[in-house]
């Protein structure tokens, strides 16, 4: 349960820590550094409020607590309950909705489609709405010990909800690939090689191609400068593993994250859940805790997902 604990606080704080400062350039954040957990700013909520990306984690979580496999309908189901009806969030607020997740979402709903027929499938449907919300699916593929052909299955579908498009696949793919080798006890670098050596041919080449500063190349060679932190599928990958590999403790990696500008909730929130399962909740500060909202529902989630994967 430990590492669920560490991946879901980490994924939080983050989230939360960047929620302010959220479409802050690079240059503003470099002479206003965030710090510390502030509230108000970008969106108008107090410290410690959770966004779109834990509210959507929370969801699927809780689908597969509920139905105890995974169940891309269901799944929907409760997205739609975040999104109509503000289930899942801090203070009963829905706020910054993905414009790909939204129209997804009314799709389903409206339509009655099967759920993995709704996402975007064209190349602007590539943002990282489905990136942000499939940490719990890493949990159950690490869990239940499935073959990378199911992994492959699971990850597929569950994008597809909102986001069809190869590109946010093949980055959910590595994300999760990435979320089991920490898990399996490997370290941030090992973990980091293994998923460059791992077979992405039943991905296009011109899809394989976008991710090359991943896999092709190592992502923490590169400078700041050359680091974008935009809700670009890619960028955000690349950021938060960025982040991760330049950094030497908890606290360091999610505020470097953060302090990256524009998308700053969610990159901060995936850059979480790996700095949290890397260095553990302990590392995260106490303050930072005691300003997160609603904690009781989180600590119920986490608990009923453990007991859900065993």
């Not at 997804?104 to 990282?128: M, P, V, W």
């Not at 990136?131 to 569950?158: D, G, W």
């Not at 896999?215 to 923490?220: D, E, K, L, V």
């Not at 974008?228 to 690349?238: A, H, K, R």
Request: with cysteine; glycine share 6%; hydrophobic share 40%.
């Amino acid at each position: 349960m430990n590492k669920i604990k560490d991946a879901l606080y980490g994924f939080v704080v983050g989230d939360a820590l960047g929620v302010p400062v959220e479409f802050s350039s690079r240059a503003y954040l470099k002479k206003h550094p965030v710090t510390e957990m502030k509230g108000y700013g970008s969106h108008k909520v107090p410290e410690g409020v959770w966004s779109d990306d834990t509210a959507m984690t929370l969801a699927t979580m809780d689908s597969i607590v509920q139905k105890n496999i995974i169940d891309y309908n269901d799944m929907a189901d409760r997205f739609c309950l975040w999104r109509f009806n503000a289930k899942y969030t801090a203070t009963n607020l829905v706020f910054d909705v993905g414009m790909t997740t939204d129209q997804a979402l009314r799709e389903y709903k409206q339509n009655k489609k099967d759920a993995i027929h709704c996402g975007g499938t064209d190349n602007f449907s590539n943002g990282n709405g489905s990136l942000m919300r499939i940490l719990p699916v890493a949990f159950y593929c690490f869990y239940k010990k499935l073959s990378n052909e199911e992994i492959l299955n699971i990850v597929t579908n569950t994008s597809s909800i909102t986001h069809a498009h190869e590109i946010s696949i093949m980055g959910c793919y590595i994300y999760v690939h990435y979320v089991i080798n920490l898990l399996q006890g490997k370290n941030k670098e090992e973990s980091y090689k293994i998923i460059q050596k791992l077979d992405y041919s039943m991905f296009q080449s011109s899809v394989q191609k976008v991710y090359e500063r991943i896999i092709m190349r190592s992502i923490s060679t590169f400078s700041i400068e050359e680091i974008q932190s935009t809700g670009y599928i890619v960028s955000s990958l690349e950021a938060s593993l960025w982040a991760l590999l330049v950094s030497h403790n908890l606290k360091d990696t999610i505020l470097t994250a953060v302090n990256l500008g524009n998308d700053t909730d969610t990159i901060g929130a995936i850059t979480g859940s790996l700095a949290g399962i890397v260095y553990s909740y302990d590392e995260i500060p106490e303050d930072w805790i005691e300003k997160l909202k609603n904690k009781e529902f989180l600590d119920q989630i986490i608990l009923n997902f453990y007991y859900a994967l065993n």
